[in-house]
């Protein structure tokens, strides 16, 4: 069912071309009433509406959105092909930025062609990757969505730690400029029993992908985008949007759906930075929502006013200008606003819902949020509560299945397969000392950093104070050349005309004097206005360096997070290479200081049982002998045959002796780990030359060496 809430009047450019009446049939459909721009030599169609012809044969962009501007109208149609898409979009930026002011601070902006079908769903897309969710385009997308009782989906695009995963964080979209906006959004989707659905997706770095592939899946009559985070000043003051549209800029989207796709577009042009106005005022927040229906009793009587004619910055007075950009730099509020944010709160308290209520509300409102699934089957459109119903069940039922998955875990080090070497040991507990300076640098620069971020801040506050001052002795100077100059020249005039002829004027003498102190006062003024000018340079000076260092004390975080998991990950490799040492085992000389002479299980009368018990390691005497294992050593000395010998248990029944060592290097109750030396190979005992006669016994029987080496 169609709200009987309508927008308010809309502003519709009629040209010769038979697709402006696509705007024209929108404004008729869902607004209260049209005023029409159309060409002075165009034949008045037979519709109720305010017609005003344009100035020229044909009207244009900064025609429309002065003439809306000046009629108070927001809302304005225009049809697709006014204008290539990037010369159209370009001329709406700067007209905005030419023409908006406190009442009408920005424009919602149909762009449509054909036979517009009627509103039965929309999408509203809010890329939050590098900024808050915009309230103006939340409610905007609501005001329409109400008005035509179409389904709602909301894309919302941004990291996955920003955006809501359950009803509980639906508090995260909200910051404190656009809070009333987004919770009379809440409340006008409640009140009407709008159905609205927000799909979630992570950031990525193409957004037209998601867009494209969340427009594949379902026929959309509207998309409402909108132009924010936009320098809509600059761009008023250099005639051009360079840059603005390219890839990954705020104006790609409404440039792609204009270039790829024909479906009607809602262009709501937000975040617009004047130069004179007030600065709160100029904030697309709470008055922004008069030209949506939000309206305040007193800033509704001011809406209600005629809306004055705004002049173009190249006429404004520079005085006045450095006036507003200080109070701009400043944030200064205005009592205006203090007074219209207390009516405010005062009309939400009486209607139960107030900031906390609003949002405890969306439970009632908004279907459970969901990560962005490609893949799920588009649901029936239309308003009809089972619908509606269905449509929850099945994006809950997908949420298991279609919610990304958080980034894995490093896996925890494994040990090599029959454990890790001394020198592998050593090599891990090097790369762990390595990542740990490195980790204790980064967080010693990130220390750095943070210092520098707390210097340009005071940097910055005492910039802001010494603004302050500035801005005061502008206001002053200001002042007193007013009112210099209004005396000045009341003297002068009392000196001519029939005001000369009155008895009691003034004396050639206080002429001068006005004239004189009106001169005094302009030098002051001028003095002013270049300490303003310097102080304000200075503020936004420490305001970029601030800026800068912020950006620098994020990179150096993450750099030391990067650094700090490194770390971690080589220090718990290190760790269990050490622990995994105990169970290492490896042949009781170095690679390339022996060759085998005879093996286990050989016979011959070289020995006395004439079986050989071990291994024979041949090579110059004085070479380490190394423990083949960890363990602790039982025995050492002279044994007759054997010579000098080291007898080493390693548990489970294991032991290891090492025979014929020309020295022994440890002591019976020491523990050793395996590569520790031990002796040096010789020739002691019943042994034909230098060599280490290797043996291994499980329970005190021999055993192959090489098995139990693992060779």
């Known amino acids: 069912m169609v709200s009987e809430r309508r927008t308010p009047e809309m502003l519709v450019v009629l040209d010769s071309d038979p697709n402006s009446l696509a705007p024209l049939t929108i404004a008729q459909r869902y607004a209260d009433g049209t005023v029409l721009l159309t060409a002075w030599n165009a034949d008045p169609l037979e519709i109720e509406a305010v017609v005003q012809d344009s100035s020229t044969a044909e009207p244009t962009i900064s025609e429309a959105l002065q003439v809306a501007a000046q009629r108070g109208l927001p809302w304005v149609g225009i049809r697709r092909d006014f204008a290539a898409p990037e010369q159209l979009l370009t001329e709406l930026m700067i007209a905005t930025a030419r023409h908006s002011h406190d009442i009408v601070p920005g424009f ?56 809501p995963h359950s009803e509980d964080e639906l508090e995260s979209l909200v910051i404190s400029r656009e809070q009333e906006l987004y919770d009379a959004a809440v409340a006008r989707a409640r009140g009407e029993g709008l159905p609205v659905t927000w799909i979630t997706a992570a950031s990525v770095a193409d957004l037209w992908s998601v867009v494209a592939d969340q427009l594949s899946q379902h026929d959309y009559d509207l998309v409402i985008d909108d132009l924010g985070d936009v320098s809509l000043a600059r761009i008023g003051v250099k005639d051009t949007a360079s840059g603005t549209l390219a890839d990954g800029a705020a104006g790609e989207i409404p440039l792609k759906l204009l270039t790829q796709t024909d479906v009607p577009l809602l262009l709501v042009m937000d975040e617009i930075r004047l130069g004179l106005a007030p600065p709160a005022l100029l904030r697309a927040g709470a008055m922004a929502a008069i030209a949506l229906g939000m309206v305040a009793a007193p800033i509704a009587a001011a809406a209600a006013a005629p809306a004055p004619a705004t002049a173009s910055r190249e006429h404004q007075d520079p005085v006045g200008t450095l006036i507003a950009d200080l109070e701009s730099a400043l944030g200064t509020a205005t009592e205006e606003e203090a007074e219209a944010r207390r009516a405010q709160d005062a009309d939400r308290t009486g209607r139960g819902t107030s900031d906390d209520g609003a949002r405890a509300q969306a439970e009632q409102i908004v279907t459970q949020p969901t990560a962005y699934a490609p893949q799920a089957a588009a649901v029936p459109s239309g308003s009809e509560q089972a619908a509606v119903a269905a449509q929850s069940q099945a994006q809950s039922e997908d949420k298991a299945t279609s ?98 002829l009155l008895p009691g004027g003034p004396t050639e003498e206080q002429v001068v004097s006005a004239q004189l102190a009106e001169q005094a006062a302009a030098e002051s003024l001028a003095a002013a206005v270049a300490s303003g000018e310097e102080v304000l340079a200075a503020l936004e000076s420490t305001e970029q360096a601030l800026a800068e260092e912020q950006a620098t004390l994020e990179e150096r975080s993450e750099q030391a997070r990067e650094t700090k998991a490194e770390y971690a990950q080589s220090k718990a490799k290190a760790e269990v290479y050490q622990e995994s040492l105990a169970e290492t085992r490896q042949p009781p000389m170095a690679k390339g200081t022996y060759r085998l002479t005879a093996r286990f299980g050989q016979t011959g009368g070289y020995w006395s049982s004439g079986v050989h018990t071990g291994l024979d390691f041949a090579g110059p005497t004085g070479t380490p002998i190394l423990a083949a294992a960890s363990g602790k050593v039982v025995s050492t000395g002279y044994e007759g045959s054997y010579g000098n010998q080291v007898i080493i248990d390693h548990g489970d029944g294991y032991q290891t002796t090492y025979n014929h060592l020309s020295g022994i290097g440890v002591s019976v109750g020491d523990k050793v780990s395996t590569g520790d030396q031990i002796g040096k190979r010789g020739s002691t005992g019943n042994s034909t030359g230098a060599h280490l006669h290797f043996e291994v016994t499980k329970d005190g029987k021999f055993i192959d060496p090489e098995g139990w080496l693992g060779w």
């Open 108 to 163: 919602a902006v149909f762009l449509a062609d054909g036979q517009p079908a009627p509103f039965r769903r929309i999408l509203a897309i809010v890329d939050r990757s590098d900024g808050p969710i915009s309230g103006l385009l939340a409610y905007a997308a609501v005001a329409v969505a109400d008005t035509a009782g179409a389904q709602l989906d909301i894309l919302i695009v941004g990291d996955a730690d920003e955006n």
């Open 403 to 500: 919610d990304p998955k958080p980034p894995e875990a490093p896996k925890p080090p494994k040990p090599p397969k029959g454990g890790a070497t001394p020198s592998q040991v050593t090599k891990a507990e090097k790369q762990a000392a390595k990542d740990k300076a490195a980790f204790e640098k980064d967080k010693a620069q990130k220390a750095k950093t943070k210092e520098a971020v707390a210097e340009a801040e005071a940097a910055r506050a005492e910039a802001e104070a010494e603004a302050a001052v500035a801005l005061a002795d502008l206001e002053a100077a200001t002042l007193s050349h007013t009112e210099a100059a209004d005396h000045a020249a009341a003297t002068l005039a009392a000196t001519t005309g029939v005001a000369a």
